[in-house]
């Protein structure tokens, strides 16, 4: 464990934290504990867990469970502090799975926002159920023929009236358009 | 949705779709041309218990599984579609290549094409030939746009489909088919 107060941010540190962010975790703590420790090099410098650190303060914990980490140089640290973040992005959810999980929180009557989900996201997740009916098309064989018929635009009305005429009584649509 | 990456808004109707009409067997092998991330098809398998053996295509570099890698319309033509139960072509756009291909071989089971008809403005070549459509089409495609849906109907009793079952929203349509050997 190591006071607040002690741990120094990363200079260069180039993961931005919203507040909402801050605040959701800060939630997460207070819910399940402070899990996982914040991992500092051996002059108390924050490598990973600066979210988990505003956290920390912001519910007003004085002591965090921190990981010295002594076996990587100053060079390695510098592309790590990057590098644990980056690599969270590479992961995405496998929404049905999620779904189930989410369902089954609800059920244990938990709070499904403890999950880090906002409610409108808790909502979306749970509307994903069916929503389209299910129906039968049978498909005639090639029952269509399509002609196209290129004529002058100084064409005369009444011709195209007749020949729209004509294509209606066949059972046939016709479609204008020019180039 | 924070962290997910793709618009599955309509994901639990593709899966209730194969779900109810995967064959009857305790162990399906499955073809998926548009390879991804195999969401649906783990869905499937929680939701009917089957083992499904699922082989993928994707041409895309950052595939970590095993799979076909490789352009799905070379690919699909060198192997033996026999072996498999199902193929999917969860494609967005329009499989006409591959569904002719499919319809043109000895592969006997399941198609499930998911596409988003957006395609009648450049009608698929393969269809347009098929159809027998002029050339001069291309130029005109307000002509054909309205009609597209049935148009491509019109082209999967062309390849031989005889019915199809389909969940449709707007453009977005969801079908399957049975094909025989």
């Known amino acids: ?179 | 949705m924070a962290g997910t990456k793709t618009d599955n808004h309509y994901t639990a109707d593709k899966v209730a779709l194969r779900a109810g009409n995967i064959p009857d067997k305790k162990e399906i092998r499955v073809l998926d041309c548009f390879g991804g991330r195999g969401v649906i098809w783990r869905a499937v398998a929680r939701k009917t218990g089957k083992n499904i053996i699922r082989t993928a295509i994707d041409m895309r570099s950052d595939i970590d599984y095993v799979h076909l890698h490789g352009d799905n319309t070379k690919v699909i033509k060198s192997i033996d579609l026999k072996q498999f139960d199902v193929i999917d072509l969860d494609a967005y756009g329009v499989p006409a290549d591959i569904i002719k291909t499919v319809q043109g071989s000895d592969f006997s089971g399941v198609v499930f094409v998911t596409m988003i008809q957006t395609m009648f403005g450049a009608i698929p070549r393969i269809i347009q030939k098929d159809l027998k459509m002029p050339d001069s089409v291309k130029k005109i495609p307000s002509l054909v746009a309205k009609d597209g849906w049935n148009i491509f109907l019109n082209w999967l009793g062309y390849v031989g489909v005889k019915r199809i079952k389909i969940r449709e929203k707007n453009r977005k349509r969801y079908f399957c088919y049975t094909k025989e050997a």
């Open chain 1, 1 to 179: 464990m190591k006071k607040t107060g002690e741990l120094k941010e990363y200079e260069k540190n180039s993961r931005v934290h919203t507040s909402e962010q801050i605040k959701k975790i800060s939630k997460s703590i207070e819910n399940f504990g402070f899990n996982v420790p914040i991992l500092i090099d051996s002059e108390g410098t924050v490598i990973s867990g600066h979210g988990r650190l505003y956290a920390a303060k912001h519910i007003g914990l004085k002591e965090v469970p921190t990981i010295k980490i002594e076996h990587m140089s100053k060079e390695k640290i510098k592309a790590f502090v990057i590098a644990d973040n980056k690599l969270h992005d590479e992961s995405f959810f496998d929404e049905l799975t999620l779904q189930d999980e989410i369902n089954e929180i609800v059920k244990l009557s938990l709070d499904p926002e403890i999950t880090g989900f906002a409610e409108d996201e808790i909502k979306k997740i749970l509307d994903m159920d069916e929503k389209l009916k299910e129906k039968i098309v049978e498909i005639k064989p090639m029952t269509t023929t399509y002609i196209l018929i290129e004529l002058p635009n100084s064409s005369d009305v009444k011709m195209l009236e007749d020949l729209e005429k004509t294509v209606k009584n066949a059972g046939g649509v016709l479609s204008y358009g020019g180039n």
